[in-house]
């Protein structure tokens, strides 16, 4: 079973334009939370999406938004980038809604310059 | 409010010599527990995690943790730690409600010959 892919791995955007990322999560998943890493903030809970719905979302800015498909796809969106948006952003699938059954993806490493 | 606490940032340790990482959470009830490694530019692996039962658990790479309860803890170990086990190590839980991960500040550890 193919584990939890996110594209792209790498990406560079500049400070004002918008980037969206992708999760794809194992197959059977109906789960996708998103994390943002940063050396000064730690590893960050964005949002969770359950079944096309977000069920919990963390303290972040709406610049920062996401979405859930019906394949379980999911897509995050940052609109107008800063600099303090550079960061690895994680994806975990998960196969149930009661925290025990999640796994990460690798991450995508976006700079932002 | 949710927390995880891992105390030390920073520990050097001999290769060969044992490992003990410590990891406290404070919640109001005992979550899911979980040790992750990441090595620099990757993702996050999981070593181990507990849910209930037995509360010695063996994980990946031989390493273990041992949860206690009376002192909110599941500090991680190994008893003769390899210079390829050089990484961030972050101890993180999840409420039996939900699916997001509470994260530690991490631990770097670093193995001399």
């Known amino acids: 079973k193919a584990g939890v892919t996110q594209t792209p791995r790498y990406l560079i955007k500049t400070r004002g334009q918008q980037v969206t990322l992708s999760c794809s999560p194992i197959s059977g998943h109906r789960s996708v939370s998103w994390y943002q890493q940063t050396p000064g903030q730690g590893l960050q809970f964005l949002f969770e999406?359950?079944?096309?719905?977000?069920?919990n979302k963390g303290n972040f800015p709406g610049r920062f938004s996401g979405r859930q498909f019906s394949n379980s796809r999911s897509e995050m969106n940052v609109s107008t980038l800063e600099l303090g948006d550079s960061a690895l952003y994680l994806c975990?699938?998960?196969?149930?809604?009661?925290?025990?059954?999640?796994?990460f993806g690798p991450g995508t490493r976006l700079t932002v310059t | 409010a949710q927390s995880v606490t891992q105390p030390d940032i920073h520990i050097t340790v001999s290769e060969g010599a044992s490992l003990e990482l410590r990891c406290n959470y404070s919640?109001?009830?005992?979550?899911?527990l979980f040790w992750y490694v990441q090595s620099p530019g990757q993702g996050l692996q999981l070593l181990l995690k507990?849910?209930?039962?037995?509360?010695l658990v063996q994980g990946i790479k031989g390493f273990e943790a041992e949860f206690k309860r009376s002192q909110s803890s599941f500090n991680l170990r190994k008893p003769s730690v390899h210079w390829s086990d050089a990484a961030e190590y972050f101890c993180a839980v999840v409420m039996n409600t939900g699916n997001q991960f509470y994260f530690g500040t991490g631990t770097s550890l670093t193995v001399i010959p």
């Open positions: 919640y109001g009830a005992t979550p899911y």
């Open positions: 999406y359950f079944s096309e719905t977000q069920r």
């Open positions: 507990y849910f209930s039962g037995d509360t």
């Open positions: 975990a699938s998960g196969l149930t809604g009661d925290g025990r059954e999640q796994y």
